[in-house]
């Protein structure tokens, strides 16, 4: 999920050029690294100074500067899965979300709510981090039972994986993604939306909320990728045979996913357009559930999501008639040698 930047569009030329080239064959845009939630300040910015974030954005009297979104620093798995998770300590007083949590959602939804006040709303996304996050806060999520101790059986961990998974098939893939669970104690990490904090808030397997102020995990699990063209004499296959061979031997593929409707061309974005757009990469992915679909990344200018899938969610996608096509992700371009350029 996980995640694995915005170019500077010129020439009107350019941007015509790149969208007859989506339109020909599904871009495979490479990962950007997650960003999330930092702390809250301990004490609110006075009602009466407004409060901007990074790209100038004004933002409601009373919000705290630190609930700005800062880069974070990613670090192995396994690493961040020792670092495990601090006890929820506040669920006696604030109850089991805490409200830094819906303070970081609300300043969410003023952002959406604010994209054409913005110099350049394109900014305000991308000071958030992905845009497959605009909307989400980075969130721990406890879940029944104790957290400081570690499972160090393969029964306890399958008890704990099997705890994690309950939780996941209960939110779609579009309530929470980007998400990261413990091998072996009962607690997630992820993304969350508004909507998938109310499921999480009802689900009595759940029993805290809160953000997260650690480095990101990054994804462990083993990557493959398509190499040269994914169209097979000359057609786009819904489902290229490459994602098939990487089932076979993996339970889940980080795969690129392109869905059916208009493209828009990063020169004629506007928050309207990028609305519509997410609107139609919903509707495919709430037909998922977080268990079978991890996104990661979501489309510039094109209607496309990568994701972990699992191949029960391979299998609802390659059913599904908003789905174009679905290939492997593009490899990571290769470090420039000294001296040379771009």
């Not at 969130?139 to 306890?156: N, P, Q, R």
């Not at 993996?250 to 828009?264: K, Q």
């Amino acid at each position: 999920m996980n995640a694995k930047a915005v170019g500077i569009w010129g020439l009107a030329a350019l941007s015509v050029a790149l969208c007859s080239w989506a339109l020909a064959e599904p871009p495979m845009p490479q990962s950007r690294p997650a960003r999330a939630p930092g702390r809250p300040a301990t004490q609110p910015a006075p009602p009466s100074q407004p409060v901007l974030n990074a790209v100038g954005v004004e933002l409601p009297p009373g919000t705290p500067p630190e609930l700005e979104i800062r880069g974070r620093e990613s670090v192995p798995a396994a690493e961040r899965g020792a670092m495990g998770v601090p006890e929820p300590t506040w669920v006696k007083k604030e109850g089991k979300v805490h409200p830094d949590v819906r303070r970081a959602l609300a300043r969410q939804d003023y952002l959406d709510k604010n994209l054409e006040r913005a110099p350049d709303w394109v900014d305000v996304i991308d000071g958030e981090g992905p845009e497959a996050f605009f909307g989400y806060v980075y969130v721990v999520v406890y879940l029944e039972g104790g957290v400081k101790e570690k499972a160090t059986t393969s029964a306890g961990r399958g008890a704990i994986r099997q705890l994690q998974d309950s939780v996941l098939s209960k939110l779609t893939a579009v309530d929470f993604r980007g998400w990261f669970r413990f091998p072996d104690r009962p607690a997630l990490l992820g993304y969350v939306n508004e909507a998938g904090l109310k499921k999480l808030a009802d689900n009595k397997d759940v029993r805290a909320i809160g953000l997260d102020d650690k480095p990101y995990p990054e994804a462990d699990q083993e990557q493959v990728y398509q190499h040269g063209s994914a169209k097979i004499n000359g057609v786009l296959p819904k489902v290229h045979p490459a994602v098939e061979q990487a089932f076979e031997r993996l339970p889940e593929v980080l795969v690129a996913v392109s869905i059916e409707g208009p493209d828009v061309c990063m020169g004629d974005r506007t928050p309207s357009t990028f609305r519509r757009g997410r609107a139609l990469d919903d509707r495919v992915l709430g037909r998922l559930s977080a268990l079978e679909a991890n996104v990661t990344s979501l489309g510039d200018d094109v209607l496309f999501f990568e994701g972990w899938l699992t191949k029960a969610g391979l299998s609802k996608l390659a059913n599904d008639r908003d789905v174009k096509a679905m290939q492997l992700p593009a490899p990571p371009p290769r470090p420039l040698e000294p001296g040379k350029q771009p």
